[in-house]
């Protein structure tokens, strides 16, 4: 790994998300210095993700951070986070259950995407019970109080749905 695309990196990963314009010029000279430098790819790949909402190109930039370092957790996270916005569910289910095995990966993370799965395709028994699961493996207050928040917002779809059955069938 090039010294020259770490500095780079390192630059531009304490730019992000404050400065965009710097931190993806630095990200672009970091890869022009290493194109499979796995970080430069995953932060390029998150700024397409969060910031452009180019979901084709962040893949690709996740795809490559994950062809240089597949044990990388938060590459296997960020990209399952994207291909369920994209309902690719399959692919994110299967994504998921590798990252299970990476070690040091933050289970709790893994159940909260499997529970989003589950919202998507409009399963809120299920996405509560999984949420809930989550609540099991996290291990800092900010992480439980934002499942928290998730179990409150399913709760509140699926008694939307409920009403609007009931409805429906008056």
């Known amino acids: 790994m090039s010294t020259l695309a770490n500095q780079y990196y390192l630059k531009a990963l304490d730019l992000y998300p404050y400065d965009l314009e710097e931190s993806m010029e630095n990200l672009n000279y970091a890869l022009s210095c290493d194109q499979d430098h796995i970080g430069a790819n995953y932060l390029m790949g998150k700024l397409h993700l969060e910031q452009l909402n180019e979901y084709e190109s962040a893949e690709?930039?996740?795809i490559t951070a994950m062809a240089s370092h597949s044990e990388n957790a938060n590459v296997c996270m960020d990209y399952a986070s994207?291909?369920?916005q994209v309902r690719e569910y399959d692919r994110a289910n299967d994504l998921l259950s590798y990252?299970?095995?990476?070690k040091g990966v933050d289970l709790s993370k893994i159940k909260v995407r499997k529970a989003?799965?589950?919202e998507h395709k409009g399963n809120y028994k299920k996405a509560i019970k999984v949420f809930r699961k989550a609540l099991l493996h996290a291990y800092n207050e900010e992480e439980i109080n934002k499942i928290e928040e998730d179990v409150k917002r399913v709760k509140m779809k699926k008694k939307l749905?409920?009403?609007?059955k009931k409805k429906k069938e008056e």
Do not use: G, N, Q, R
């Open 161 to 164: 749905v409920s009403k609007t």
């Open 82 to 84: 994207l291909l369920i």
């Open 99 to 102: 990252a299970k095995k990476i």
């Open 60 to 62: 690709e930039y996740f």
């Open 116 to 118: 989003l799965i589950h």
